[in-house]
């Protein structure tokens, strides 16, 4: 609210990702009181690459909550959500650590728990470290489905992710090798995590798109997911292959086109999550690589957006 009185703003546009939707009456009632005009992005959102800019053109601001900033845009406010535990929590994953140095990482939703982390890890004669990775993760030990730079930790082997899901550390073991612990903080569960039944996956999902007779090489148009270049370049590699330029990338639309094999260049999750709900193969920019030869297996790479 200070913010949006700073700025002098009459009419607000609010977005959110699916975990906060129905929030959007409720924020859309408290700034209406105070006289601002809202209007809200009904459509879906899936992290601050994929801000509805185009609302710019009917409000003074767009209000991202959620995340942490990624677009520059003087007229785009981030408004992160956080998500609070007991650090204590932590000890639950102290049986899997194999040795004194760790690095730490987390989700926007709890990077601001992460020092109470350090001083519990710290208590039980460990040497806890995080640092920021830059770029799209601008808080300190912040990863994004996208970006693992944050676990680069140079000197450390030993990885702990604190946050829900097993997509984020198994991002990270394939993009540092790092033995990496995952902790669920709000269950208490910590697991080891292994890569091997992944990549085995995704080993047959390259095999079974060696047959296609064509392969859409999909190309976002949403402002934070754009990877025009590299869809050019790996348009250079396969005569059989054809630039798919999309804002919303779904089964339905897939489908409709019907091409045997699809690459993805835009949110690298799409490719790994959704595997299962496309009618085809959906290949990440580094498995292309390895079924047109110019990559080997034993390089495999999992697809960030840096």
Known sequence: MVRLRERGVSSVALQ??????????????????????????????????????????????????????????????????RVDFDPDVVR????????????????TQHTHILPGIV???????????????????????????????????PGISEILFVGTGIFHPLGVQLATGAHVVALDPLTGQATEVDADKFLRKRHGIIEKARSARHIGIIVSTKPGQNRYALGKHLLSLCDRAYLVFMNEVSPDELLNLGFGAYVNTACPRLAYDDQIRFPAPVLTPGEFEILCGTRRWEEYVVDEML
Do not use: M, W
Not at 127 to 132: H, I, L, M, Q, T
Not at 136 to 153: D, M, N, W, Y
């Open 119 to 153: 001083d519990v890890l710290r208590s039980e004669g460990y040497e806890p470290v995080f640092r920021s990775g830059g770029g799209r993760t601008p808080e300190p030990g912040q990863v994004l489905g996208c970006s693992f730079e944050a676990a680069r930790i």
């Open 16 to 81: 959110f990702p699916a975990g906060l939707k129905r929030k959007a009456a409720e924020i859309a009632d408290d700034l209406s009181d105070q006289g601002f005009s809202v209007i809200i992005s009904g459509d879906p959102c899936y992290g601050a690459c994929d801000l509805s800019l185009d609302l710019l053109d009917y409000a003074d601001v767009l209000v991202h909550f959620g995340h942490t900033p990624l677009i520059s845009n003087p007229d785009v406010l981030y408004v992160p959500f």
């Open 92 to 107: 639950s994953a102290l049986p899997f650590l194999r040795g004194k140095a760790i690095g730490i990482i987390t989700t």
